[in-house]
């Protein structure tokens, strides 16, 4: 006989789970218990908002479930954030969260929730738990639906008398999920059109991506000579040096880039949904009809004419189309790549010259020239991510952890999950001093438990991204977007951290290569001008119109 808590502990050991993140409650003591005898490493993050994220990015470099405990009430809606990066970011996650107990429902006991209405909009699947005897088979299907078809989050409700029931029942195998794959039909009728095209692109996006399919779309572009784009958040699907790459589709593309995309007369989406951020506001495709002939790829059929009428749709994994896609003929004299290729070198080779005397493009060439290929970058939301996003080069699958959701906060926690996953590689963490603040309490988890990344706070006293905004829309009307900031690197100082602050460009060299020496975790605190509000403008460039 096994309690609640043993099984739920044993079900995830079946999966091979590895690591878990939590915040501790009272309400799932029987877990924590169970905890305390597996082989399962437990990481106790500060806030439950940290604790999602860091099983987020867990999820994605994965891609299976990342595990999450919360307690019931505010440790459940504390967790909202990190629930909604994964929905949107396509990432296969496992909340469970410490419920009250059975007998106490529909009293509105303390923290009691309805979790099924707070969550329907966010989770694929909300289901509690009401019988120890279930737990093995809620638990299976609760990875089936996490992994199949387009990724998501699944939340399950444990009452805390039922997990210290007992049951004479045994964990369930290890979930695989099925791979849907194209036809033969719809492999011919792409072949057809890019045999006819002459301008054509291909856009790649989305998840349940791995190593080998990275390098099936290579050998895809390559028999074909088409560009490929890497779609919002998602430039770690291309290799940035390859002749091949035309850049990323998201926030501040390159108009070249975009007009290229306007001008296709074939666009192949694979793996991405192709949302407001890509699509430029849902201006780049006519809908529901786009004026290009397109070809969208997506795991999930749900995906497949949401938004945009495809000429053909395919029903596959990432993996399993490209492994049909590569043995097609191939076209050669496509010059179309190395237009586009040409046309990203343009737009990215050169770092902007910005105000202040921390200059952000000077901070990127250290990094360009000291980083090895496979160091992963993180971040979260805010204008200082243009500078990663446009000037870094990624060459490698599994080395970037972003939210399109473009969720504030999520670098760090993010980070750390990264380092944890692969602590033989380097973590660097991109982060504003806003979105640093939304979840900086999580340094202490990475100084913890021995994740030594390495945090760029790059500080300019205000919330960038809105203050952007704010200036080109209500210039000069000031409002909410001032920023008071504490010394960052005595906070990371205060936690056992190495720390170093930085005001000019020629300082940050020096610092880094310390930070990367100390074997500790370490915080560069970057103070930059507001008036770089980006790499091409000024704040006041913006109010003066």
């Keep these: 006989m096994k309690t609640g808590g043993q099984l739920v502990v044993e079900c995830l050991e079946s999966q091979g ?11 799932y003591l029987a877990v924590l218990d169970a905890l305390h005898d597996s082989s399962i490493e437990t990481i106790v993050a500060r806030q439950e908002g940290g604790a999602a994220m860091m099983a987020e990015a867990d999820g994605k470099m994965t891609a299976r479930p990342g595990i999450c405990f919360v307690t019931r009430g505010p440790g459940a809606t504390n967790a909202t954030a990190g629930i909604h990066v994964a929905k949107q970011d396509s990432t ?119 190593k080998e399919a990275v390098a099936s779309l290579t050998q895809f572009s390559e028999n074909w000579n088409i560009p490929v784009a890497c779609s919002f958040r998602r430039q770690q699907l291309f290799d940035h040096s390859h002749p091949n790459y035309a850049g ?124 090895p290929e496979d160091a992963i970058m993180t971040n979260g939301a805010g204008n200082y991510a243009i500078w990663l996003h446009r000037f870094w080069r990624f060459r490698r699958f599994g080395t970037q952890l972003a939210p399109t959701s473009g969720s504030m906060g999520y670098g760090l926690p ?42 760029l706070v790059i500080d300019n006293g205000v919330y960038g991204t809105i203050r952007m905004h704010q200036e080109r829309d209500f210039p000069a009307r000031i409002s909410a977007t001032d920023l008071v900031n504490p010394d960052f690197a005595a906070i990371a100082s205060a936690y056992g951290a190495h720390a170093e602050t930085v005001e000019k460009s020629e300082e940050f060299e020096g610092a880094f290569e310390r930070a990367r020496k100390s074997g500790k975790a370490a915080l560069i605190h970057i103070k930059t001008d507001p008036e770089a509000i980006t790499p091409t403008t000024t704040l006041t460039a913006l109010r003066n119109g």
């Design 414 to 455: 993010a980070a750390v999950a990264g380092k944890l996953r692969n602590p033989e590689k380097e973590v660097i963490c991109f982060a504003g001093d806003g979105c640093f603040q939304m979840t900086m309490q999580e340094f202490g988890t990475a100084v913890q438990f021995g994740a030594n990344i390495i945090v």
């Design 92 to 210: 296969p996650m496992i909340l469970f969260v410490g419920q009250i107990g059975r007998q106490m429902r529909g009293r509105e006991a303390f923290q009691e929730v309805n979790y099924h209405q707070t969550f329907s909009d966010l989770a694929k699947w909300v289901e509690e738990i009401d019988q120890v005897e279930r737990i093995p088979e809620i638990i299976s299907h609760a990875y089936h639906v996490a992994m199949s078809g387009r990724p998501g989050p699944v939340v399950l409700t444990l009452p805390e008398d039922m997990l210290r029931d007992a049951a004479d029942v045994v964990a369930g195998p290890r979930v695989e999920v099925a791979e849907p794959s194209p036809c033969i039909e719809d492999m011919e009728a792409l072949e057809a059109l890019l045999g006819q095209a002459n301008s054509p692109i291909l856009v790649a996006g989305g998840s349940r991506w791995t």
């Design 248 to 371: 990323d589709v998201g926030l501040g593309i390159n108009p070249a880039l975009k007009k290229r995309i306007d001008e296709s007369d074939l666009v192949i989406l694979l793996g991405a949904r192709f949302s407001e951020n890509p699509s430029q506001g849902f201006t780049s495709f006519a809908i529901p009809k786009p004026r290009q002939k397109l070809v969208h790829i997506h795991a999930g059929p749900e995906e497949l004419g949401r938004i945009y009428v495809p000429d053909i749709s395919i029903n596959a994994t990432p993996g399993r189309f490209l492994k049909e896609a590569v043995k097609l003929k191939g076209k050669s004299g496509n010059k179309s790549a190395s237009q586009a290729h040409e046309a990203y070198r343009e737009w990215t080779d050169k770092l902007p010259e910005t105000v202040g005397a921390a200059k952000m493009g000077d901070i990127m060439s250290v990094l360009r020239a000291e980083l």
């Design 17 to 27: 789970v590895e690591r878990v993140f939590c915040v501790p409650g009272e309400s």
